[in-house]
């Protein structure tokens, strides 16, 4: 008898429960469970409907990033003997860095050292000399590592 008086009280406290989560104005069992049915059907509707604006903010942001590529950010330093390198991209690209070796390779800039990240942004600090077999200045490292990186997204 207990038992069953237990279960009489759990259940009216959790329909009491169901009722203020809902907001519901019912009072029999029956029209409190349809109310916290159509609460959740809402609540599904709106899941959905953000979802959908969720799919649509990024397809627009995807389109801009082609229309309009994220910036890119190189700045060379002459220093005693050769350059200090920063490149920073919002976005990488595969194969980016490669390119970008083998423009130092190209203008014969030996790197002596280099931290690099490359997952979702692009990041590089180098330190590299030049060679004794050709000179080269802090503008012709930029340019050629511009291009690098322009033609790198091209190809992506």
Same mark, same amino acid.
């Given at each position: 008898? *207990?038992?069953?008086?237990?279960?009489? *009280?759990?259940?009216?406290?959790?329909?009491?429960?169901?009722?203020? *989560?809902?907001?519901?104005?019912? /009072?029999?069992?029956?029209?409190?469970?349809?109310?916290?049915?159509?609460?959740?059907?809402?609540?599904?509707?709106?899941?959905?409907?953000?979802?959908?604006?969720?799919?649509? @903010?990024?397809?627009?942001?995807?389109?801009?990033?082609?229309?309009?590529?994220?910036?890119?950010? &190189? @700045?060379v330093q002459t220093m005693e003997k050769g350059f200090l390198i920063n490149i920073f991209s919002e976005?990488?690209?595969?194969?980016?860095? &490669?390119?970008?070796?083998? /423009? $130092?390779?190209?203008?014969?800039?030996?790197?002596?050292?280099?931290?690099?990240?490359?997952?979702?942004? $692009?990041?590089?600090?180098? *330190?590299?000399?030049?060679n004794q077999l050709q000179s080269v200045n802090d503008q012709v490292v930029k340019q050629a590592v511009?291009?690098?990186?322009?033609?790198?997204r091209e190809t992506n």
């Amino acid at each position: 008898m *207990v038992s069953r008086e237990h279960e009489r *009280v759990t259940l009216r406290e959790n329909l009491q429960l169901l009722r203020s *989560v809902t907001k519901s104005q019912a /009072v029999k069992k029956t029209s409190i469970i349809i109310d916290a049915s159509n609460y959740i059907q809402e609540l599904k509707r709106k899941v959905e409907r953000l979802n959908q604006d969720i799919a649509y @903010t990024r397809n627009v942001s995807e389109e801009m990033s082609i229309i309009n590529p994220p910036p890119i950010k &190189v @700045t060379v330093q002459t220093m005693e003997k050769g350059f200090l390198i920063n490149i920073f991209s919002e976005k990488s690209c595969p194969g980016l860095l &490669v390119s970008i070796l083998e /423009v $130092f390779d190209n203008l014969g800039l030996n790197v002596h050292e280099a931290r690099v990240a490359c997952a979702d942004t $692009f990041r590089l600090e180098a *330190v590299g000399s030049e060679n004794q077999l050709q000179s080269v200045n802090d503008q012709v490292v930029k340019q050629a590592v511009l291009q690098a990186i322009n033609k790198c997204r091209e190809t992506n």
